[in-house]
């Protein structure tokens, strides 16, 4: 059974920077992709940002892009969001989530999922 644990959120006021962690107790982790997705109150749950298996192909949703950085460390089976630059419009809950192929995109392709952190942002 795969688990996934996030970290990291919090209240950070506008413009500055937090950075979320999710660490996964999964043996093929090194193997799948891995993505962020946030939910605010009120709206459906939206892409983020994305990592493939190796960690070497990325991808980012336009509303944070140049500010929204993904990595992750295979040894430690953790994967992060360094989140810069921080607007109101990022408070959210945010999800990491966990594929079973080396890359993916879309939320349906993702059966792993961890409880969420919050992050809010004051203006």
């Known amino acids: 059974q795969v688990q996934l644990v996030e970290s990291g959120g919090g209240l950070v006021q506008a413009g500055g920077s937090l950075k979320l962690a999710c660490t996964a107790s999964?043996?093929?982790?090194?193997?799948?992709?891995v993505a962020w997705f946030r939910q605010a109150p009120g709206k459906e749950r939206q892409f983020v940002a994305a990592?493939?298996?190796?960690?070497?192909?990325?991808h980012y949703a336009d509303s944070v892009k140049g500010r929204f950085t993904i990595s992750r460390d295979n040894a430690e089976r953790t994967v992060y969001l360094q989140m810069n630059s921080l607007i109101h419009e990022d408070t959210a809950v945010y999800y990491c989530?966990?594929?079973?192929?080396?890359?993916?995109?879309?939320?349906?392709?993702?059966?792993?999922w961890g409880q969420g952190t919050q992050v809010t942002v004051s203006s």
């Open positions: 989530a966990e594929a079973r192929t080396k890359w993916a995109l879309r939320q349906s392709d993702f059966p792993y």
């Open positions: 999964g043996r093929a982790f090194s193997m799948h992709g």
């Open positions: 990592i493939n298996y190796s960690g070497f192909k990325t």
